[in-house]
C-alpha cells in the first residue's frame, strides 16, 4: 500500500507561481512513475507530468511544458510539481499518483485556483 499527501495548492494569479508536494509513505519501487493529474469542473482527469521513480526520467503534458517542472527528492520520499506562469485554465484540483505493476494510487487532492 501507498498513501499520497499532497500540499502546496492554492489562490494565485495570472503569471504567478505554486509549488506543489506529494508526500508517499509505503514502498516504491523503482519501476513507479509518480505523477500530478489535474481535474477541472466537467472535464476528465489529465496527466500533467509524470516521473520514473528509479531513473528520473520525465514526461509533461503540451499545455505544461516550459512552465512546470516535476523533480523529486528520493531521501525524503517527496515528489515536486513547480508551476510558473501560471494560467486561469491551470485551475484545477491536482491530484498525486503512484503507477505500476500494483495498479494506481491516488492522493486526496489539492485546489489550485489561477485567476485573471
Known amino acids: 500500500q501507498v498513501q499520497l499527501v499532497e500540499s502546496g495548492g492554492g489562490l494565485v494569479q495570472a503569471g504567478g507561481s505554486l509549488r506543489l508536494s506529494c508526500a508517499a509513505s509505503?514502498?516504491?519501487?523503482?519501476?513507479?512513475?509518480i505523477g500530478w493529474y489535474r481535474q477541472a469542473p466537467g472535464k476528465v482527469r489529465e496527466l500533467v507530468a509524470r516521473i520514473n521513480s528509479g531513473g528520473g526520467t520525465t514526461n509533461y503534458a503540451d499545455s505544461v511544458k516550459g512552465r512546470f517542472t516535476i523533480s523529486r527528492d528520493s531521501s525524503k520520499n517527496t515528489v515536486y510539481l513547480q508551476m510558473n506562469s501560471l494560467k486561469p485554465e491551470d485551475t484545477a484540483v491536482y491530484y498525486c499518483?503512484?503507477?505500476?505493476?500494483?495498479?494506481?494510487?491516488w492522493g486526496q487532492g489539492t485546489q489550485v485556483t489561477v485567476s485573471s
Open positions: 499518483n503512484v503507477h505500476g505493476f500494483r495498479g494506481d494510487f
Open positions: 509505503g514502498r516504491i519501487f523503482s519501476s513507479d512513475y
